[in-house]
């Protein structure tokens, strides 16, 4: 049995990750490239989509939403983060704008023909909850596409941490057969893929994980301040690659099928 209510025992840090991310949102498009290439994959996922009525679940901002209404879609754009939101509103992302949190949806059942949400899931505190209020807003016929992250991603951070210091650095990621059990009532069809980034420095690295707000742990908390030896220590711990520093990702792709 998979227990899908341990990744985040803290039960009010959604307003923490929101603040998170809206203290990203002016910077986040520059530091997003691996966010932008799993949406890239996702979108090829899903196929050619024209004049239909799509939820971009988890906006941030805007990004793929602006994509999406270029193809001739009508695009809600959801996000728990204000900011966010209000940089894709600035950039006229979407038909509509909803700030609010992708397990209790404001919005109608059977309201939409697509559910779009790329790296969006791993931050909530009930998987099949997600699931099920995603696939809600789906019309017969619809189809709810998705992106996750799985255990083994940042697996290079956790490891040379845990060489420093007996702490907590990265979020727990639930285990890629926790998330097929959470699928498993739909019909649907679910894809692994690594993934692996290099950098020449771990002040990079590092920069990159923080400018996209994801430095904020499940528990509520920030991590904090590291001392130039603590960070020498860390990069001393990290299995050194000829392409540099690597940082790996376990990707899941979903798709949902509702019939």
């Known amino acids: 049995m998979h227990n899908f209510r341990t990744l985040n025992p803290s039960a009010d840090h959604k307003p923490g990750i929101a603040r998170r991310f809206s203290r990203a949102a002016p910077h986040y498009d520059r530091y ?14 899903t196929g050619p989509v024209e004049g239909r009525r799509i939820l971009d679940a988890g906006c ?34 979407a038909e509509a704008y909803i700030l609010g949190d992708i397990e209790r949806l404001p919005l109608a059942t059977g309201s939409m023909d697509i ?12 998987l099949p909850r997600a699931l099920a209020e995603l696939h809600r807003v789906l019309r017969p016929g619809g189809i709810l596409a998705l992106s996750t992250l799985a255990q083994g991603s940042l697996k290079e951070l956790a490891q040379a941490w845990g060489q420093v210091d007996d702490g907590v650095h990265i979020n727990r990621f639930l285990p890629q057969a926790a998330i097929a059990a959470a699928f498993a009532p ?28 994801a430095g904020y ?36 792709y979903g798709i949902i099928y509702r019939d």
Not at 32 to 45: E, P
Not at 62 to 82: E, P
């Open 115 to 126: 559910v779009y949400s790329n790296l969006a899931v791993q931050w909530c505190d009930d």
């Open 32 to 45: 997003a490239a691996f966010q932008r290439a799993c949406g890239d994959r996702l979108c090829a996922l």
């Open 186 to 213: 739909y019909r649907h069809r679910l894809l692994a893929e690594p993934y692996r980034l290099h950098y020449s420095q771990l002040t990079d690295l590092l920069r990159e994980i923080k400018g996209v707000g």
């Open 60 to 93: 941030g901002t805007g990004w793929f939403s602006r994509r999406w209404q270029a193809q001739g879609n009508q695009v809600v754009a959801l996000d728990l983060s204000a900011a966010m939101l209000g940089f894709a509103r600035q950039q006229r992302s």
């Open 217 to 252: 742990l499940h528990d509520g908390r920030t991590p904090g301040l590291t001392s130039r030896s603590r960070l020498r220590a860390l990069e001393a711990n990290w299995p050194h690659r000829p392409a540099g520093l690597p940082l790996s990702y376990r990707v899941v």
